[in-house]
Nanobody, 112 residues
Framework: QLQASGGGLVQAGGSLRLSCAAS????????MGWYRQAPGKQRELVAA??????VYRDFVKGRFTISTDNAKNTVYLQMKNLKPEDTGVYYCNAASPADDYWGQGTQVTVSS
């Protein structure tokens, strides 16, 4: 129901764009978001979008952009100026009061 893609290996300062394709009903969730989990750490929110409103964690502000393509039922995370500390598995999430869906994750590795 949520299919994430776009991860990979990139050098520090590089860019990647993650995509998360959702089924129609899930894409209609109240909010879509991207989370990440670094080795040995808890999963954390990176960015979220609900309608035209977006939320970013301080550590990605000015570098990452979350957006949606309603025609493709897809949510994107454009990542620029990547840093080694951005390394982790990135998960997309769709949330409503009664439901919570997770994609399978895509690995992002940033080398120094």
């Amino acid at each position: 129901q949520l299919q994430a893609s776009g991860g990979g290996l990139v050098q520090a300062g590089g860019s990647l764009r993650l995509s998360c394709a959702a089924s129609g009903s899930i894409f209609s969730s109240d909010a879509m978001g991207w989370y990440r989990q670094a080795p040995g750490k808890q999963r954390e929110l990176v960015a979220a979008i609900s309608g035209r409103s977006t939320v970013y964690r301080d550590f990605v502000k000015g570098r990452f952009t979350i957006s949606t393509d309603n025609a493709k039922n897809t949510v994107y995370l454009q990542m620029k100026n990547l840093k080694p500390e951005d390394t982790g598995v990135y998960y997309c999430n769709a949330a409503s009061p009664a439901d919570d869906y997770w994609g399978q994750g895509t690995q992002v590795t940033v080398s120094s």
